[in-house]
């Protein structure tokens, strides 16, 4: 390993402090906007359908923490490996873990890792994952949080060799606009803008934003309807998103499953039935079953329709990183 500290200067050293311990750290979150720019300031980088995923080592082996603070070694028991390998004793790392399909990265792909408990299983799925690393959080038992993003991303690049499962998240500068345009027409999700100057700040702030060049996000499972015809398991999804500690409805999901997932899926959402609608508006759906607001759904669509519904929604997958007390809309 490189030593990443002689090349910082005077100001940059003086803001380094001791890195408590521990292999966690709560990750910055971007914040989605309809506004593109160009802008030397900024930074942007690949928008990936993925999940979160902050590695750490501090002294033992390494562990992967998701969003929300769970531990998610064994659905990627290769990443651990591949880190075990670099031979650093104590670092934290913020990146996401991604699965392909052809040369766009899968969510729904993803899903037959996502659940997984057993590391086995996980190596016998036959779904290969990549870990793109973007920030550096700490290492050699140094907080490097203060630092400018620009400077943490050069010593990232210092301190790990990037070979697969492990991959750096390349970058441009200042071009916003046109590389917008490029990764739309490539069919990437969009680009995530960083400001380069800023620290790493914990929680979502708008020096970290969302280019996205698709309609995707989480919504909360509110209830379900029954399957028709030759169908299994269920019929839609009933779900929602957060406004003001009120669960709001959006509309129902009927696409995006096959078989498994509808019999699997069902047999999770009997277990939360509850009596009443979890949502604070009015559901028009005969017959249909309500359940405890406890799973998240990512969700892609068209747009949204005039009286606040989704239009040509399709289910993507369920998200275990995410609470669904923070699931907003964001359109």
């Known amino acids: 390993m490189n030593d990443p500290f002689p090349l910082l200067d005077p100001a940059e050293q003086a803001s380094l402090r ?6 966690w750290h709560e990750p910055q979150l971007a914040t989605l906007t309809h506004q593109r720019f160009s802008d030397q300031r900024w930074i942007f980088e690949r928008k990936l359908d993925g999940v979160r995923v902050i590695a750490g080592c501090d002294g033992a082996q390494p562990q992967l923490w998701s969003r929300n603070r769970k531990r998610v070694d064994a659905a990627y028991p290769e990443l651990l490996d591949a880190l075990s390998a670099q031979g650093a004793e104590r670092f934290v790392i913020d990146g996401e873990v991604v699965a392909f399909e052809g040369n766009q990265t899968s969510f729904a792909r993803l899903q037959k890792r996502i659940h997984l408990t057993d590391p086995r299983a996980a190596r016998r799925t036959g779904v290969p994952v990549y870990y793109y690393v973007f920030d550096l959080i700490a290492f050699g038992g140094v907080d490097l949080t203060r630092l400018a993003l620009r400077t943490r991303k050069r010593l990232l690049r210092e301190c790990f060799e990037f070979a697969d499962p492990l991959r750096f998240s390349a970058h441009r500068s200042g071009t916003g606009e046109q590389y917008f345009r490029e990764a739309c027409a490539q069919g990437w999700e969009g680009l995530i803008a960083k400001r380069a100057d800023r620290p ?4 979502r702030s708008r020096d970290w ?6 309609n995707d996000q989480e919504f ?5 309807t029954e399957p028709k015809g030759s169908r299994v398991g269920f019929g839609a999804l009933l779900v929602g998103y957060y406004q003001q500690s009120r669960l709001r409805y959006a509309g129902k999901v009927g696409t995006g499953y096959d078989e498994r997932t509808l019999r699997d899926l069902r047999a999770r959402l009997d277990e939360l039935t509850v009596a009443d609608p979890p949502f604070a508006d009015p559901v028009t759906e005969p017959g249909a079953h309500w359940v405890a607001p406890e799973l998240v759904a990512q969700v892609g669509f068209t747009e949204w329709t005039a009286d606040g519904r989704l239009r040509h929604p399709r289910f993507s997958g369920l998200r275990e990183d995410k609470r669904p007390s923070d699931v907003v809309r964001e359109g």
Not at 18 to 23: E, N, Q, R
């Open 18 to 23: 001791p890195w408590p311990g521990g292999t």
């Open 200 to 203: 790493y700040r914990a929680g």
């Open 220 to 224: 909360v499972i509110g209830g379900f």
């Open 209 to 214: 934003l969302k280019f996205k060049c698709v």
